[in-house]
């Protein structure tokens, strides 16, 4: 969730019973190493570093490899490369869902090089890739054959977001396909869910269809409800909405620029 994933959302979500990992926001992988002015408010690992996943993007090679060895040698326990990012003005840089449109060979290039420089680092943080279906016209085949490539790079995890690169919010998610990937490696690298996950109805309805995915990723719903972890592990204690509201305003003053 970009510009929206920091230090002090991690608060108001401790706050409420805390998550189990914390992916970042979408680190843009130029503005890291060039210096950018905000991104050192994007590479604080607090309250929890211990569950800081830093997610990347960006459409050159040699960038996405030198930020990788930055954030390797922070806190944290994981590296995402986002190929999901289906927002025009990502992909049509090469970004985001961009890396699955590109040649296989190119990306398999860009991931080695970022698995080389997590393994350089000595940190032992995880590799993962978030990803949609890929283009409208997408096949079994055509997905197998990106998802085959990240595991051959030594990709650990995958976040599946099952829409292709247009379908929206009005399309339904395609669930189904975390449980078709999972079956594919046999349980051998976890597969998280993503998408309209927002209450316990609609996380029934996407286990049920994917019943072995090994995770499940909520964003706009955190943003929108900070105690939804609470709310999905059955737990539905009082929160006092205001007082986090107010503390949400201090935390923002103190993690987050001016602007």
């Known amino acids: 969730m970009a510009t ?26 130029p503005s890291l190493v060039t210096g950018g002015p905000f991104e050192k408010y994007y590479i604080e690992s607090a309250p ?25 040698g922070l806190d944290g326990i994981g590296i995402d490369v986002n190929m999901g990012c289906s927002a025009p003005q990502i992909y049509k840089t090469g970004a985001g869902i961009a890396w699955m449109l590109k040649p296989l060979e190119e990306t398999a290039f860009m ?15 995880r590799l993962s890739v978030k990803c949609r279906l ?21 990709v650990e995890l995958i976040t599946v977001h099952p829409r292709t690169i247009k379908e929206k919010e009005r399309f339904a998610p395609r ?6 990937l999972f079956d594919r490696y046999k349980g051998k690298i976890p597969v998280y869910i993503n998408g309209c996950i927002k ?6 309805r996407a286990i049920k269809a994917s019943p072995s995915a090994s995770g499940i990723m909520v964003s706009r719903a955190a ?20 007082k986090l509201a107010l503390d949400f305003i201090e935390d923002l003053k103190e993690h987050q620029p001016p602007e």
């Not at 230090?7 to 970042?24: I, Q, S």
């Not at 991931?111 to 080389?116: E, F, G, R």
Request: net charge negative.
């Open 4 to 29: 929206l994933s920091h230090t002090a959302f991690r608060l108001a979500v401790e706050k409420c019973g805390g998550a189990d990992e914390y992916f970042t926001e979408m680190i843009n992988a």
């Open 48 to 72: 929890c570093p211990e569950k800081i996943v830093w997610q990347l993007t960006g459409s050159s090679v040699d960038f996405l490899e030198r930020a990788t060895s930055i954030l390797a």
């Open 111 to 125: 991931l080695c090089k970022v698995k080389k420089a997590i393994e350089r680092s000595g940190s032992g943080m």
């Open 134 to 154: 890929g283009s409208d016209d997408f096949t079994k085949d055509s997905f197998f054959s990106f998802t085959d490539m990240l595991v051959e790079e030594g």
């Open 175 to 180: 669930y189904e396909w975390v449980q078709i």
């Open 199 to 204: 209450d316990g109805p609609s996380m029934e």
């Open 223 to 242: 943003a929108q409800k900070p105690w939804i972890f609470e709310l999905l592990r059955g737990k539905h204690g009082c929160v006092d909405a205001k």
